[in-house]
């Protein structure tokens, strides 16, 4: 498709719990990207993938976020033992590479109460 | 640690006027410069794309880029209320894990009919 799509949209997890987010990205990118916006604007890079490899992960939290990009299934961004400061708007973006832009998804609205 | 700057606003411009939004940029080395358009509550949108010193037109917007001041800055022609939104720029790096995008936090712009 010709769109990021992100699932759910909205996540309500009370503290402690697990959250999981899903992409499917643009048919034909081979570049994967997840970004965490907190504070209306503020964009943290999280994790990268060319297509099911990592290709950069120096923004995640290792001890608690982890993701995926599988073979013929949407890419996926877990959180184990969700904090409050994880509330955020979740996005993923994909990309051809190179020196062009990203398209992203949508966002998962994540709330942790 | 790279960084991306931008003014936060808010900038009001009157209809019908050019609206100015500026960005600096830490990364000496950085090759690929984005402008993206987020209206609140949705994702970023791709608006401009800019590689070369020098200005870059489509439509009513212009990108300029000046490498040796690490500068970057878009200019909205005959601004409408509906380009009310935050502008972000996004500057790809140089080196490993160049695919990754920085954003600056945002320059919220208001249109006032």
């Known amino acids: 498709g010709e769109e990021v799509a992100q699932t759910p949209k909205h996540l309500v997890r009370g503290e402690g719990q697990k959250a999981k987010l899903y992409c499917a990205p643009i048919?034909?990118?081979?570049?994967v990207f997840w970004y965490q916006q907190v504070l209306k604007n503020e964009f943290k890079f999280l994790i990268s993938?060319?297509?099911?490899?990592?290709?950069?992960e120096t923004g995640m939290p290792k001890e608690r976020f982890s993701a995926k990009c599988l073979p013929n299934s949407p890419c996926s961004l877990e959180i184990q033992a969700t904090k409050l400061e994880d509330s955020a708007v979740y996005f993923c973006?994909?990309?051809?590479?190179?020196?062009?832009?990203?398209?992203f998804g949508s966002g998962t609205r994540l709330t942790v109460v | 640690q790279k960084e991306v700057e931008q003014n936060s606003g808010p900038l009001s411009v009157p209809e019908g006027a050019i609206a100015s939004l500026n960005c600096t940029y830490s990364?000496?080395?950085?090759?690929?410069f984005f402008w993206y358009r987020q209206y609140s509550g949705k994702s970023p949108e791709l608006i401009m794309s800019i590689y070369s010193n020098g200005d870059k037109e489509d439509g009513r917007f212009t990108a300029q880029l000046n490498k040796a001041s690490q500068y970057v800055s878009l200019l909205i022609r005959d601004s409408q209320p509906s380009d009310s939104a935050t502008y972000l720029c996004?500057?790809?790096?140089?080196?490993?894990?160049?695919?990754?995008?920085?954003f600056g936090k945002g320059t919220k712009l208001s249109v006032i009919p």
């Open positions: 990364d000496r080395g950085s090759q690929s």
């Open positions: 973006a994909s990309s051809h590479g190179g020196d062009y832009g990203y398209t």
């Open positions: 996004a500057v790809k790096g140089s080196g490993a894990g160049s695919y990754q995008l920085t």
């Open positions: 048919k034909g990118h081979s570049y």
């Open positions: 993938f060319q297509n099911e490899n990592v290709f950069d």
